[in-house]
């Protein structure tokens, strides 16, 4: 079964609201969380890492402010798209990392498709 | 991050013929994934070769990796319509689950 649980698997929203993206690790604590975006067409590229207890690290060119991350517990860790505009019409995906095991695949929520209009 | 390469960025064939599609990464790894996304939903995760590993199979699939030239390839033999989909490469960099991920072939498999 999933080991990772992300909600919503889509959501419709209107330009300036906000949106929350959830993402649980169900079998296992995660400190760390990797969050992707993909663009319509593109490849998945690493926005962000959320942190449990410290600041998240965003990629560069990733606006802070703009999308807000919460390392709330040691199973969930959240991603707020604040002000939304159709620009941040994206696909996005957590992936917490295998504490101990480097050399395994890596675990992924089912996504998120986010589309502002 | 900087992404890697993939060629070809489309590929065609029909069922029954193999399909090879290469990966280019910039980092050190420890190893190398392929993903397998069908229609912009979630990620499949279809095989790994570790850093010290040259070839790999699973099924119909095979992938190579030339840690001297930055470098992997992944074949699926007598493909299927089912083939059909998007296909990553993901290079899982020194910091453990980080991955960054090629630029992505898209495969059409014609029945």
């Known amino acids: 079964g999933a080991v990772v649980s992300q909600h919503p698997s889509w959501v419709i929203c209107k330009s300036g609201t906000s949106v929350k993206i959830e993402c649980r690790s169900l079998?296992?604590?995660?400190?760390?969380m990797f969050w992707y975006r993909q663009f319509p067409k593109q490849s998945l590229m690493l926005m962000a890492t959320?942190?449990?207890?410290?600041?998240?690290?965003?990629e560069q060119g990733v606006e802070k402010d703009k999308f807000l991350i919460n390392h709330a517990s040691l199973t969930l860790s959240t991603l707020t798209v604040t002000s939304a505009h159709p620009e941040d019409s994206s696909f996005y995906i957590c992936?917490?990392?295998?504490?101990?095991?480097?050399?395994?695949?890596?675990?992924f929520g089912q996504g998120t498709r986010l589309t502002v209009v | 991050s900087q992404q890697g390469e993939e060629d070809p960025q489309a590929l065609s064939i029909q069922e029954g013929e193999n399909a090879t599609m290469n990966c280019s990464y910039k980092t050190s790894i420890n190893n190398l994934q392929w993903y397998r996304q069908n229609s912009g939903r979630g990620l499949v995760h279809l095989i790994l070769?570790?850093?010290?590993?040259r070839e790999k199979h699973s099924g119909r699939l095979r992938v190579t990796l030339d840690t001297s030239k930055k470098s992997s390839s992944l074949l699926i033999t007598a493909s299927r319509a089912a083939d059909t989909a998007s296909y990553f490469c993901?290079?899982?960099?020194?910091?453990?689950?980080?991955?960054?991920f090629g630029q992505g072939t898209i495969l059409t498999v014609h029945p």
């Open positions: 992936s917490p990392p295998r504490g101990g095991q480097v050399n395994t695949e890596a675990f």
């Open positions: 959320s942190n449990e207890g410290s600041k998240a690290t965003y």
């Open positions: 079998d296992f604590q995660a400190t760390t």
């Open positions: 993901a290079a899982g960099e020194t910091s453990y689950g980080k991955l960054t």
């Open positions: 070769i570790r850093s010290n590993e």
